[in-house]
C-alpha cells in the first residue's frame, strides 16, 4: 500500500481526510491496497488545506484506532482566517460571467452571419472565418494559457483577457473590412482562451473545500451551456432588432465591468485571506515557437481549403499554402521533439498512451457536428426560407435542449464501460445525419429536421460527456484547471502527471475539430454550388453533399472506436515521481501501527 509522506513537524493539513485516511490504513481496511487515483486523493487532500502548527514535543501517533491517543486538536492559533462568503461568490459570478462571455462570443455571432456576409460582401466560403478565425487561436493559445496561469499571475492573466476581449469587440463592431474583421476574431479568440484556465484556476484557489469547490465548478460549468442557448436568441434579437455591430458591443458591454471588478475584487499573490500564490514549477518555458508553427499551419491549411472552392484547385492560391502547411505541421510535430517534455504543448510520448490516439479523434467530432448544422441551417433558413433570425434559432433550439438533458448521464459511466457509451453515442448521430441531406424544404422540418436534432445531439453529447468529464484526481489543484472538463476515458489512459497537459490538448482538438471541419463542409458546398451556376447558393445540393462528408467522418471515428478502443483498463507503466518516492508498507507493517511512525 501506497502511504503519504513523513508527516512534517511544522506544519499539517487542517483537513479531517488526513486522520481518516491513515486511520483507515492501519485499522485493517487498508489491507486492500489502494488504485493509484485513490492514493493520489489522498496526497491531494494532504498537500491543499490550510497549514496549523503541530507541536513536535507531544507523541502524535497517526493512527489512533491502534492506540489510545486522539489525533492533536487545532488551538486557536491554529484556526484558517474566515473567508468572507459574499467575495467568494461574488468572484464566482464574475467567473461565471466570462465564461458566459467566451461561449457567447462564438454562439451569437451564429445568427449574424448571413447579415455580415451580405454587408460585407463576403464569398462563399469566406464567412466560415467568422468561426474558424476564433476558434483557431482559441485552441492554439489555449495550450499556452493553462501554463500561463500556472506560472505567472492567474488573476492578470483572466483580467488581461476578458479586458482586452471587451476591446477588441468594441473595435469588431466598428469594423468594415472583412479581412480585418477574420484578423480580429483570430485576436478575440487568443485573449478569450486566458481567461477559461485561469479562471479555473482562481476558484480552486478560492473555493479549497472539496463539496464547495465542486459546485463552483460545476457552476461554472452551467455559465457556459447558458451562454450557448441564450447566447443564439442574444444574436438572433439584436440582428433582427438593431444591427449586427451590437452583437459584438454586447460582449464589450459585459466585459468591461467584469475586467473593472475582477481587477479590484480577485486576490493578488500577497493576499492574506486566499493562498493565491502560483505554485513553483518546474515548467522554464512557454512553447510559443510550437504554438506558433501549429497557428500558421492551420490557417494557410484552412485558408487553402476555403480558397479551393472560389478558385481552381490547382491554382498556385491553394497548393502553395497546402504544401506549406503540411511542412509546418512536420515542423511543429519534429519541434515538439525538440524540447523539454514539461514545455512542450504536445508531448510525443503522448501519442503511445493507451487509447489516446483514438479518444483524441473522437475530440474532433463534437463540436464539428454541432458548428456545421448552426452554420448550414442558419444561412438556409433566413436565405432561402425567409425566416427571420429569431424564428431560425427557435427552430435550432432542440439541439441545445437535447445536449443538455444528456450531460446528466456522466455517472453511466460508472457501470457501463466508456467504449460502449462513446460508440452509442457516435451510432445515434449516424443515425440523425442520414437524416440532413434530404431537409429541403420547411415542410420536412417536423418529420426530418427535427428527430435529427434530437437524436443527434443526444448522441454527440453522450459522446462528448464519456469524452470529457470532470475527474478532479490529481496531484495539485493547479494542473486541475486545465482538465476539470476530463475525459473519464483519457484519464484511464494517462498518467496523473500529465492531466494538465492532456486536458489542454483535449479541449484544443474540440475547438480545432470545429474549425477545420466547418471550413472543410464550407468548401465543398461553395464548390457544388458555383459549378451550378448563379442560382447554385440557393439549392440544397452543396448543402446535402456536405452532411453525406460530415456523416462519413461520424462513420470513421465510430468503427476507430469500435475496432481500436480498448475496453479493459491499462496499467500504466510511468508513474508519477511523487507517487513513486511515496514509502510501501506490508500488511503487517501497517497491523504494528505505532511502530511505524517513522516509515510513515
Same mark, same amino acid.
Request: aromatic share 12%.
Given at each position: 500500500?501506497?502511504?503519504?509522506?513523513?508527516?512534517?513537524?511544522?506544519?499539517?493539513?487542517?483537513?479531517?481526510?488526513?486522520?481518516?485516511?491513515?486511520?483507515?490504513?492501519?485499522?485493517?481496511?487498508?489491507?486492500?491496497?489502494?488504485?493509484?487515483?485513490?492514493?493520489?486523493?489522498?496526497?491531494?487532500?494532504?498537500? @491543499?488545506?490550510?497549514?496549523?502548527?503541530?507541536?513536535?514535543?507531544?507523541?502524535?501517533?497517526?493512527?489512533?484506532?491502534?492506540?489510545?491517543?486522539?489525533?492533536?486538536?487545532?488551538?486557536?492559533?491554529?484556526?484558517?482566517?474566515?473567508?468572507?462568503?459574499?467575495?467568494?461568490?461574488?468572484?464566482?459570478?464574475?467567473?461565471?460571467?466570462?465564461?458566459?462571455?467566451?461561449?457567447?462570443?462564438?454562439?451569437?455571432?451564429?445568427?449574424?452571419?448571413? !447579415?455580415?456576409?451580405?454587408?460585407?460582401?463576403?464569398?462563399?466560403?469566406?464567412?466560415?472565418?467568422?468561426?474558424?478565425?476564433?476558434?483557431?487561436?482559441?485552441?492554439?493559445?489555449?495550450?499556452?494559457?493553462? =501554463?500561463?496561469?500556472?506560472?505567472?499571475?492567474?488573476?492578470?492573466?483572466?483580467?488581461?483577457?476578458?479586458?482586452?476581449?471587451?476591446?477588441?469587440?468594441?473595435?469588431?463592431?466598428?469594423?468594415?473590412?472583412?479581412?480585418?474583421?477574420?484578423?480580429? =476574431?483570430?485576436?478575440?479568440?487568443?485573449?478569450?482562451?486566458?481567461?477559461?484556465?485561469? &479562471?479555473?484556476?482562481?476558484?480552486?484557489?478560492?473555493?479549497?473545500?472539496?463539496?464547495?469547490?465542486?459546485?463552483? $465548478?460545476? !457552476?461554472?460549468?452551467?455559465?457556459?451551456?447558458?451562454?450557448?442557448?441564450?447566447?443564439?436568441?442574444?444574436?438572433?434579437?439584436?440582428?433582427?432588432?438593431?444591427?449586427?455591430?451590437?452583437?459584438?458591443?454586447?460582449?464589450?458591454?459585459?466585459?468591461?465591468?467584469?475586467?473593472?471588478?475582477?481587477?479590484?475584487?480577485?486576490?493578488?499573490?500577497?493576499?492574506?485571506?486566499?493562498?493565491?500564490?502560483?505554485?513553483?514549477?518546474?515548467?522554464?518555458?512557454?512553447?510559443?515557437?510550437?504554438?506558433?508553427?501549429?497557428?500558421?499551419?492551420?490557417?494557410?491549411?484552412?485558408?487553402?481549403?476555403? !480558397?479551393?472552392?472560389?478558385?481552381?484547385? &490547382?491554382?498556385?492560391?491553394?497548393?502553395?499554402?497546402?504544401?506549406?502547411?503540411?511542412?509546418?505541421?512536420?515542423?511543429?510535430?519534429?519541434?515538439?521533439?525538440?524540447?523539454?517534455?514539461?514545455?512542450?504543448?504536445?508531448?510525443?510520448? @503522448?501519442?503511445?498512451?493507451?487509447?489516446?490516439?483514438?479518444?483524441?479523434?473522437?475530440?474532433?467530432?463534437?463540436?464539428?457536428?454541432? @458548428?456545421?448544422?448552426?452554420?448550414?441551417?442558419?444561412?438556409?433558413?433566413?436565405?432561402?426560407?425567409?425566416?427571420?433570425?429569431?424564428?431560425?434559432?427557435?427552430?435550432?433550439?432542440?439541439?441545445?435542449?437535447?445536449?443538455?438533458?444528456?450531460?446528466?448521464?456522466?455517472?453511466?459511466?460508472?457501470?457501463?464501460?466508456?467504449?460502449?457509451?462513446?460508440?452509442?453515442?457516435?451510432?445515434?448521430?449516424?443515425?440523425?445525419?442520414?437524416?440532413?441531406?434530404?431537409?429541403?424544404?420547411?415542410?420536412?422540418?417536423?418529420?426530418?429536421?427535427?428527430?435529427?436534432?434530437?437524436?443527434?445531439?443526444?448522441?454527440?453529447?453522450?459522446?462528448?460527456?464519456?469524452?470529457?468529464?470532470?475527474?478532479?484526481?490529481?496531484?495539485?489543484?493547479?494542473?486541475?484547471?486545465?482538465?476539470?472538463?476530463?475525459?473519464?476515458?483519457?484519464?484511464?489512459?494517462?498518467?496523473? =502527471?500529465?492531466?494538465?497537459?492532456?486536458?489542454?490538448?483535449?479541449?484544443?482538438?474540440?475547438?480545432?475539430?470545429?474549425?477545420?471541419?466547418?471550413?472543410?463542409?464550407?468548401?465543398?458546398?461553395?464548390?457544388?454550388?458555383?459549378?451550378?451556376?448563379?442560382?447554385?447558393?440557393?439549392?440544397?445540393?452543396? =448543402?446535402?453533399?456536405?452532411?453525406?462528408?460530415?456523416?462519413?467522418?461520424?462513420?470513421?471515428?465510430?468503427?476507430?472506436?469500435?475496432?481500436?478502443?480498448? !475496453?479493459?483498463?491499462?496499467?500504466?507503466?510511468?508513474?508519477?515521481?511523487?507517487?513513486?518516492?511515496?514509502?510501501?508498507?506490508?500488511?503487517?507493517?501497517?497491523?504494528?501501527?505505532?511502530?511505524?511512525?517513522?516509515? $510513515?
Amino acid at each position: 500500500m501506497l502511504l503519504p509522506p513523513a508527516v512534517d513537524c511544522t506544519t499539517q493539513s487542517s483537513s479531517p481526510d488526513l486522520y481518516t485516511l491513515l486511520a483507515a490504513m492501519a485499522s485493517g481496511i487498508g489491507s486492500v491496497p489502494l488504485s493509484r487515483a485513490e492514493t493520489l486523493v489522498g496526497v491531494e487532500i494532504i498537500g @491543499t488545506g490550510p497549514e496549523i502548527k503541530l507541536d513536535c514535543k507531544k507523541d502524535i501517533n497517526p493512527f489512533p484506532n491502534s492506540v489510545s491517543e486522539k489525533p492533536p486538536v487545532n488551538d486557536s492559533t491554529a484556526t484558517p482566517k474566515p473567508k468572507s462568503v459574499l467575495r467568494k461568490y461574488a468572484l464566482l459570478a464574475v467567473f461565471c460571467l466570462a465564461q458566459f462571455l467566451d461561449v457567447v462570443n462564438n454562439s451569437a455571432i451564429m445568427a449574424a452571419i448571413p !447579415t455580415i456576409s451580405a454587408q460585407l460582401n463576403m464569398q462563399n466560403g469566406e464567412d466560415v472565418w467568422l468561426i474558424s478565425a476564433a476558434q483557431l487561436s482559441f485552441a492554439a493559445f489555449l495550450l499556452l494559457s493553462g =501554463r500561463i496561469s500556472d506560472v505567472y499571475s492567474a488573476k492578470w492573466a483572466f483580467v488581461i483577457g476578458i479586458a482586452f476581449l471587451g476591446i477588441i469587440s468594441v473595435i469588431m463592431g466598428l469594423m468594415r473590412n472583412k479581412i480585418a474583421l477574420f484578423a480580429l =476574431r483570430a485576436f478575440s479568440g487568443a485573449f478569450a482562451s486566458l481567461t477559461i484556465p485561469s &479562471a479555473l484556476n482562481l476558484i480552486v484557489r478560492v473555493f479549497p473545500e472539496p463539496l464547495e469547490q465542486s459546485r463552483a $465548478v460545476a !457552476t461554472f460549468g452551467a455559465s457556459g451551456t447558458i451562454g450557448n442557448i441564450l447566447g443564439l436568441f442574444i444574436g438572433a434579437i439584436i440582428v433582427q432588432y438593431a444591427s449586427w455591430s451590437w452583437v459584438f458591443y454586447f460582449v464589450a458591454i459585459v466585459a468591461t465591468p467584469v475586467a473593472i471588478i475582477g481587477a479590484t475584487l480577485i486576490p493578488g499573490d500577497d493576499d492574506d485571506e486566499f493562498e493565491m500564490k502560483p505554485k513553483k514549477s518546474n515548467m522554464k518555458g512557454l512553447d510559443l515557437i510550437g504554438v506558433s508553427l501549429l497557428t500558421v499551419a492551420l490557417i494557410l491549411f484552412i485558408y487553402s481549403i476555403t !480558397t479551393g472552392s472560389s478558385t481552381k484547385w &490547382a491554382s498556385p492560391g491553394v497548393l502553395v499554402p497546402m504544401i506549406l502547411s503540411v511542412l509546418l505541421f512536420a515542423g511543429f510535430f519534429y519541434y515538439e521533439t525538440l524540447i523539454p517534455e514539461e514545455n512542450a504543448a504536445l508531448p510525443p510520448k @503522448t501519442w503511445f498512451y493507451p487509447n489516446f490516439a483514438v479518444l483524441l479523434g473522437i475530440a474532433l467530432m463534437p463540436y464539428f457536428w454541432w @458548428t456545421t448544422l448552426f452554420l448550414i441551417f442558419t444561412t438556409y433558413w433566413q436565405d432561402i426560407f425567409g425566416w427571420s433570425a429569431v424564428l431560425s434559432v427557435e427552430h435550432q433550439l432542440p439541439l441545445s435542449i437535447a445536449a443538455l438533458v444528456v450531460t446528466f448521464t456522466a455517472p453511466l459511466s460508472r457501470v457501463i464501460n466508456p467504449k460502449w457509451l462513446i460508440f452509442t453515442g457516435e451510432f445515434m448521430a449516424i443515425v440523425a445525419t442520414v437524416l440532413l441531406p434530404f431537409a429541403s424544404t420547411p415542410n420536412t422540418y417536423w418529420p426530418l429536421v427535427f428527430p435529427a436534432f434530437v437524436i443527434g445531439s443526444a448522441g454527440t453529447q453522450l459522446a462528448y460527456t464519456h469524452t470529457k468529464y470532470a475527474r478532479p484526481l490529481l496531484l495539485d489543484p493547479v494542473h486541475w484547471l486545465m482538465s476539470v472538463s476530463f475525459s473519464i476515458a483519457i484519464f484511464r489512459s494517462t498518467p496523473s =502527471r500529465m492531466a494538465g497537459t492532456v486536458g489542454a490538448i483535449f479541449n484544443s482538438a474540440l475547438q480545432l475539430g470545429s474549425a477545420v471541419g466547418s471550413a472543410a463542409v464550407t468548401s465543398i458546398s461553395a464548390s457544388i454550388e458555383n459549378k451550378a451556376g448563379p442560382d447554385g447558393s440557393r439549392q440544397y445540393t452543396g =448543402r446535402a453533399a456536405s452532411f453525406y462528408f460530415l456523416l462519413a467522418v461520424v462513420v470513421i471515428e465510430a468503427l476507430s472506436v469500435l475496432i481500436f478502443y480498448k !475496453t479493459r483498463r491499462v496499467e500504466l507503466e510511468e508513474e508519477d515521481e511523487d507517487v513513486n518516492s511515496l514509502p510501501v508498507l506490508t500488511n503487517q507493517e501497517q497491523s504494528q501501527g505505532s511502530g511505524n511512525d517513522e516509515k $510513515v
